[in-house]
């Protein structure tokens, strides 16, 4: 008898959504000792799912048919003091965004043990030392248990939340996209600290993921959902070697293969060159200063016209800062940024302004840097309007942008609220597109979007730096997507360049160990 079994589950969604169910029949077992992956894009029920299972489902979506049963009972009428107590003992859950589900004015250690004392009988002395037990065992010993959740990683508090999840020994893990916004090497070690724990507690886990990487390297079975159905479940070898549906051989086609195609431009020109860039950071203190942290370490780099250069590299290696420095939004401590020969790290801000469109951005999280209280088209003709453009010249071209990018001009109203991501993230690229620039920065642009949206999002950006002949730099911290995309790749680690050169020579002959780490870190290489 399986450890958990989903019968027929049917969960409603509150009147006036964009459909009447959540889930609809969804029937799935949770075999003892196995890792079970569910599968599939944003949207699809995944988490729903996990939260019915938890008991945890928001107010106004409730279950409306069929059976949850966990070793025999079903959960589903269970009273809710009782799912209160199962809850962490019998069945624990890692959520997808730690820093959300942390409290941040509470210390990490404080919160793990608050757990164990609300489960057990133990001191808190008790509690604080199984705590320290706990993370050891996450390999979290060099951090404190006083320490703060914004005072460490995004992959430590990861684990902070995987030591919470398992202070009471579940039998059942669920997983919600644990590794989602993490470094490819970060994401490595927390599926491997999932797989190691799940073997030596003989837990079950079901592991929510929107990547068949992921699937291939974690997985003995997998379900495949997709507008709240199961479209596809079976053992993980025979779903990812011979799919049935055609949404799961879509899914799988769109996972990048980290095969680089692309020829180096022929003619190379020169378009922006950065010589000697250093940047540093330093923290104020009430009574001193802290010692500055470079963040750029003397890095050069070439920018030709109609290519792409990748720059990767994981968290902190300064991918971010040497864009920001690039296009102006910070000042560097030395080094010249040139465009077309013109330094313009160092040039007057009243100088800058009329080469500022020139050079434009596209960024990470495209919903914090879209402004929600305004529409479309006054987000879109902000920049020309800056720049002189007439109004009506603005709104004509706000909308022949909207449909380069792939979406209708009847958006131009609407509010960035109103759009999934891959849509937001469109909208983010119409923006930088209005000034007709010469070098595009796109900064993690597709490391938060399902896997077929972000091949959507990247054969956008491929085509229209081909239409536009433009020099676009690419930040990602996957080397699968940078070999989708860039002609050359620069590999950055601590704010100094590891190696650069031809993307398909990188991949095929890492110079050095930090790269190759990288490239072994690439969830189901092997396999897809």
Same mark, same amino acid.
């Given at each position: *008898?399986?450890?958990?079994?989903?019968?027929?589950?049917?969960?409603?969604?509150?009147?006036?959504?964009?459909?009447?169910? @959540?889930?609809?029949?969804?029937?799935?077992?949770?075999?003892?000792?196995?890792?079970?992956?569910?599968?599939?894009?944003?949207?699809?029920?995944?988490?729903?799912?996990?939260?019915?299972? &938890?008991?945890?489902?928001?107010?106004?979506?409730?279950?409306?048919?069929?059976?949850?049963?966990?070793?025999?009972?079903?959960?589903?009428?269970?009273?809710?003091?009782?799912?209160?107590?199962?809850?962490?003992?019998?069945?624990? *859950?890692? !959520?997808?965004?730690?820093?959300?589900?942390?409290?941040?004015?509470?210390?990490?250690?404080? #919160?793990?043990?608050?757990?164990?004392?609300?489960?057990?009988? !133990?001191?808190?002395?008790?509690?604080?030392?199984?705590?320290?037990?706990?993370? #050891?065992?996450?390999?979290?010993?060099?951090?404190?248990?006083?320490? !703060?959740?914004?005072?460490?990683?995004?992959?430590?508090? #990861?684990?902070?939340?995987?030591?919470?999840?398992?202070?009471?020994?579940?039998?059942?893990?669920?997983?919600?996209?644990?590794?989602?916004?993490?470094?490819?090497?970060?994401?490595?070690?927390?599926?491997?600290?999932?797989?190691?724990?799940?073997?030596?507690?003989? *837990?079950?886990?079901?592991?929510?993921?929107?990547?068949?990487?992921?699937?291939?390297?974690? @997985?003995?079975?997998?379900?495949?959902?997709?507008?709240?159905?199961?479209?596809?479940?079976?053992?993980?070898?025979?779903?990812?070697?011979?799919?049935?549906?055609?949404?799961?051989?879509?899914?799988?086609?769109?996972?990048?293969?980290?095969?680089?195609?692309? /020829?180096?431009?022929?003619?190379?020109? @020169? /378009?922006?060159?950065?010589?000697?860039?250093?940047?540093?950071?330093?923290?104020?203190?009430?009574?001193?200063?802290?010692?500055?942290?470079?963040?750029?370490?003397?890095?050069?780099?070439?920018?030709?016209?109609?290519?792409?250069?990748?720059?990767?590299?994981?968290?902190?290696?300064?991918?971010?800062?040497?864009?920001?420095?690039?296009?102006?939004?910070?000042?560097?401590?030395?080094?010249?940024?040139?465009?077309?020969?013109?330094?313009?790290?160092?040039?007057?801000?009243?100088?800058?302004?009329?080469?500022?469109?020139?050079?434009?951005?596209?960024?990470?999280?495209? !919903?914090?840097?879209?402004?929600?209280?305004?529409?479309?088209?006054?987000?879109?003709?902000?920049?020309?309007?800056?720049?002189?453009?007439?109004?009506?010249?603005?709104?004509?071209?706000?909308?022949?942008?909207?449909?380069?990018?792939?979406?209708?001009?009847?958006?131009?109203?609407?509010?960035?609220?109103?759009?999934?991501?891959?849509?937001?993230?469109?909208?983010?690229?119409?923006?930088?597109? &209005?000034?007709?620039?010469?070098?595009?920065?796109?900064?993690?642009?597709?490391?938060?979007?399902?896997?077929?949206?972000?091949?959507?999002?990247?054969? /956008?950006?491929?085509?229209?730096?081909?239409? &536009?002949?433009?020099?676009?730099?690419?930040?990602?911290?996957?080397?699968?997507?940078?070999? #989708?995309?860039?002609?050359?790749? &620069?590999? *950055?680690?601590?704010?100094?360049?590891?190696?650069?050169?031809?993307?398909?020579?990188?991949?095929?002959?890492?110079?050095?160990?930090?790269?190759?780490? /990288?490239?072994?870190?690439?969830?189901?290489?092997?396999?897809?």
């Amino acid at each position: *008898m399986p450890l958990a079994s989903l019968q027929n589950l049917t969960v409603s969604l509150p009147e006036g959504a964009d459909r009447p169910l @959540a889930i609809e029949d969804v029937s799935l077992d949770i075999g003892r000792k196995e890792i079970v992956c569910i599968v599939g894009e944003s949207g699809s029920g995944k988490s729903v799912t996990a939260h019915a299972i &938890m008991g945890l489902l928001p107010r106004g979506v409730a279950p409306a048919g069929g059976r949850i049963l966990f070793d025999g009972t079903d959960l589903l009428r269970e009273p809710a003091e009782a799912m209160r107590r199962r809850r962490g003992r019998d069945i624990a *859950m890692i !959520f997808q965004d730690p820093m959300a589900a942390l409290n941040p004015v509470v210390a990490i250690g404080k #919160q793990v043990s608050e757990q164990i004392r609300a489960h057990q009988q !133990f001191s808190e002395s008790q509690a604080l030392e199984r705590t320290g037990v706990l993370f #050891q065992e996450m390999g979290l010993g060099d951090v404190s248990p006083g320490a !703060f959740p914004h005072q460490i990683s995004g992959g430590q508090r #990861q684990r902070v939340m995987i030591a919470m999840a398992l202070s009471l020994s579940p039998k059942l893990l669920i997983a919600d996209e644990p590794t989602t916004a993490l470094d490819v090497t970060t994401q490595a070690q927390i599926l491997r600290l999932i797989k190691k724990l799940q073997a030596e507690r003989e *837990m079950s886990v079901l592991l929510i993921t929107h990547d068949f990487g992921v699937v291939a390297d974690m @997985a003995n079975s997998v379900a495949v959902m997709r507008h709240g159905h199961i479209v596809e479940s079976g053992a993980t070898r025979q779903v990812l070697g011979n799919p049935s549906h055609p949404y799961t051989q879509s899914l799988i086609a769109a996972v990048p293969k980290g095969e680089s195609r692309l /020829l180096p431009t022929p003619q190379p020109q @020169a /378009l922006v060159q950065v010589v000697n860039l250093t940047k540093r950071f330093q923290r104020a203190r009430l009574f001193s200063r802290s010692k500055p942290k470079t963040a750029l370490d003397d890095i050069s780099l070439t920018l030709n016209r109609g290519e792409t250069l990748g720059v990767v590299g994981e968290s902190g290696s300064g991918k971010s800062t040497l864009a920001r420095c690039m296009i102006r939004l910070l000042d560097p401590d030395a080094g010249e940024v040139r465009l077309e020969g013109a330094d313009i790290a160092h040039m007057p801000l009243a100088k800058l302004r009329p080469l500022r469109r020139r050079i434009q951005m596209v960024f990470q999280d495209p !919903f914090s840097s879209l402004n929600p209280r305004q529409n479309v088209c006054d987000i879109l003709i902000a920049g020309p309007k800056a720049h002189g453009e007439p109004l009506n010249e603005a709104r004509k071209h706000a909308a022949d942008m909207l449909e380069l990018v792939g979406l209708s001009p009847q958006c131009l109203n609407r509010l960035p609220h109103e759009f999934s991501g891959g849509q937001r993230q469109r909208i983010g690229l119409a923006r930088a597109l &209005m000034l007709k620039p010469d070098v595009l920065i796109a900064d993690e642009p597709v490391s938060a979007l399902d896997v077929t949206v972000q091949a959507q999002v990247l054969k /956008l950006l491929d085509d229209v730096r081909r239409q &536009m002949n433009l020099a676009m730099l690419f930040i990602t911290h996957d080397m699968r997507v940078a070999a #989708q995309i860039c002609h050359r790749v &620069m590999v *950055m680690r601590h704010g100094r360049i590891v190696e650069q050169g031809l993307t398909q020579d990188i991949f095929a002959a890492p110079a050095s160990d930090y790269t190759k780490a /990288l490239l072994a870190a690439i969830p189901g290489r092997q396999a897809l």
